[in-house]
């Protein structure tokens, strides 16, 4: 089993930013592709970002392509990612989730399909008042 823990949610102002760390613990010898997807009240969850277990691919949906980043260093924390998220608009408050991929996938696979991944967090809270 493979747990994440999400943190780095909070309030902020329309137009500031944030950055959010996705950590794993558990079965983590191997290196996961990860993603974070967004849910907000009423609405389903949608996907924000995905990041190949290399680090070598990214991928975002296009609302807020240019405005977060998402990233990872290996060598560093294996299976903790980062979400910088900014510019941030009203319609950007949600509860951001990580997700992690325990099938096999090809060094450069990114994955916006909740059904992709395995595992996932609990969630951290993205509030932005205007």
């Known amino acids: 089993q493979v747990q994440l823990v999400e943190s780095g949610g909070g309030l902020v102002q329309a137009g500031g930013s944030l950055r959010l760390t996705c950590a794993a613990s558990g079965r983590t010898s191997r290196t996961y592709a990860m993603g974070w997807f967004r849910q907000a009240p009423g609405k389903e969850r949608e996907f924000v970002a995905a990041i190949s277990w290399s680090g070598l691919n990214t991928y975002y949906t296009d609302s807020v392509r240019g405005r977060f980043a998402i990233s990872r260093d290996n060598a560093k924390n294996k299976n903790t990612v980062h979400l910088q998220i900014g510019s941030l608009k009203p319609e950007d408050a949600a509860a951001y989730y990580c997700?992690?991929?325990?099938?096999?996938?090809?060094?450069?696979?990114?994955?916006?399909?909740?059904?992709?991944?395995?595992?996932w967090g609990q969630g951290t809270q993205v509030t932005v008042s205007s």
């Open positions: 997700a992690a991929r325990e099938r096999t996938s090809s060094f450069s696979d990114v994955y916006a399909e909740s059904t992709s991944y395995d595992y």
